[in-house]
């Protein structure tokens, strides 16, 4: 009994001293993991996977691919983006997240653009366009927030179609171009070349409260030409700059196939400050100026209004070619949303030169003379203040660009995307989209536009 109690006595040591021994260790092995773990070097770790949340997938789909290049430059706004391609209108930001997205009652006649009020002002097709020409449209509608219509404006015929683009006057008046068709016999009437049906442009004014037409210019009224001197409106064009030569289509290698579309009118823009309407004129790279404070026969006319003029235009530019000026350089070759800047920048134009001659598109800013004035044997171009280009910068259609808080300038490449440039001609961020990308217009988040959408 003795020998027993001795001999699991000694065990209970060997035990009890194993116990410390094994504790000891692990502590040790403890200390030393910690040490190891606080000495590992970035260098040491290189080869390591990086963490999951490094590589997380956002937590949307994003509606094209975004590229960025300097994040710190990049203005953090959203952008309207009209695709006519889909016949989509809908708003994003610049991680490509869509955020809002409007139903419309027809397919895009171009333009669509997002009003304070939380309306959208949509240049859209009729039912059934009667003239089937690119950008066709026929209908104009004041949208609300909740997608009811305000105002439902139909100018869709055989003889009239309104087309591309409207704008919003200060008096809440509406603004839009229309193709007016002149037939065959009318054509050769007035000195063109081919007998065939052609389609000059015009311009109404709408007053959206009783849809009434409320003034109205017709460039069928201003032509010239020196084909047949039979006709009344025969004379020297490069000695009348006011006047359009009508066969100047005819006679350009770029558009000598426009059947019928001998202008291609894509664009319009408001000088509030003078009231003048600036035309973008596809078919002769040209933007064409005309006074608006002309009453309608005063417009049909070549006096009256605030230049004397009457509808005769007051001043143009792009393309002195177009009235067979010797004096001034070209700038563009067909052009896109001639973009009047506001603030600092008032009296400067943004405009998107799609390049079909050269296959390379160019944005220019351009400062406008402080009067309109327009004479033959004189260069009558704007001076650039700035433009930018870049090999991979090329759409022969649409396009635009607009300014944005940070200076930088948003480009919409048609059939590409979204461009964001510096002033130092830095491309800071690029979205690319499947799509035909009429416009992208820039809104702050803090805009009363996008407050009122409360989304």
Not at 393 to 409: C, E, Q, R, T
Request: aromatic fraction near 10%; glycine fraction near 6%; charge should be negative.
């Amino acid at each position: 009994m003795k020998a027993k109690s001795f001999t699991t006595f000694y065990l209970s040591i060997l035990i009890a001293v194993f116990i410390i021994f094994f504790q000891s260790c692990s502590e040790d092995d403890n200390i030393i993991k910690e040490i190891e773990t606080e000495t590992i070097t970035p260098e040491e770790n290189e080869n390591e996977e990086p963490e999951e949340n490094e590589n997380e997938e956002p937590d949307f789909t994003p509606i094209g691919t975004v590229e960025v290049f300097n994040a710190e430059k990049v203005d953090d706004n959203y952008i309207l983006v009209n695709d006519a391609s889909a016949n989509r209108v809908y708003l994003m930001d610049k991680e490509a997240r869509l955020l809002h997205e409007w139903s419309l009652t027809n397919n895009i006649g171009n333009d669509v653009i997002l009003l304070p009020t939380g309306q959208l002002l949509a240049s859209l097709e009729s039912d059934d366009p009667k003239i089937l020409l690119g950008g066709k449209g026929g209908r104009i509608q004041l949208v609300n927030s909740d997608e009811t219509l305000d105002w439902d404006f139909i100018f869709s015929s055989l003889e009239g179609e309104t087309h591309h683009d409207v704008e919003l006057l200060p008096n809440g008046n509406i603004i839009a171009i229309v193709w007016e068709r002149l037939a065959a016999e009318t054509a050769v009437q007035a000195g063109f070349q081919i007998e065939e049906d052609i389609f000059p442009e015009s311009i109404i004014e709408i007053d959206p409260n009783t849809s009434e037409i409320v003034w109205e210019w017709r460039s069928m009224d201003h032509l010239i030409q020196d084909h047949d001197a039979t006709k009344s409106n025969f004379g020297d064009v490069s000695l009348h700059p006011e006047l359009i030569d009508i066969n100047y289509t005819l006679n350009a290698e770029a558009t000598a196939d426009a059947k019928g579309d001998i202008m291609h009118a894509n664009a319009i823009a408001y000088d509030e400050t003078n009231d003048v309407i600036l035309l973008s004129v596809n078919h002769f790279s040209e933007v064409w100026a005309i006074d608006h404070s002309t009453t309608t026969s005063e417009a049909s006319d070549s006096i009256g209004g605030n230049y004397g003029k009457g509808g005769d235009l007051i001043y143009r530019f792009g393309n002195p070619e177009a009235y067979r000026n010797t004096e001034g350089n070209r700038l563009f070759h067909n052009n896109h949303f001639p973009n009047l800047l506001s603030g600092e920048d008032a009296g400067k134009l943004l405009i998107f030169s799609n390049g079909n001659d050269v296959m390379q598109s160019t944005v220019f800013e351009l400062q406008l003379p402080s009067t309109y004035e327009l004479n033959s044997n004189t260069n009558n171009e704007p001076r650039v203040t700035w433009s930018f280009t870049n090999p991979d910068l090329y759409s022969g259609k649409v396009s635009g660009a607009v300014p944005l808080p940070n200076g930088n300038i948003l480009i919409t490449e048609g059939d590409f995307g979204f461009w964001e440039v510096t002033r130092d001609k830095e491309i800071v961020w690029k979205c690319q989209s499947a799509g035909f990308f009429w416009r992208g217009y820039h809104y702050s988040k803090s805009a009363p536009e996008i407050l009122a959408l409360d989304f």
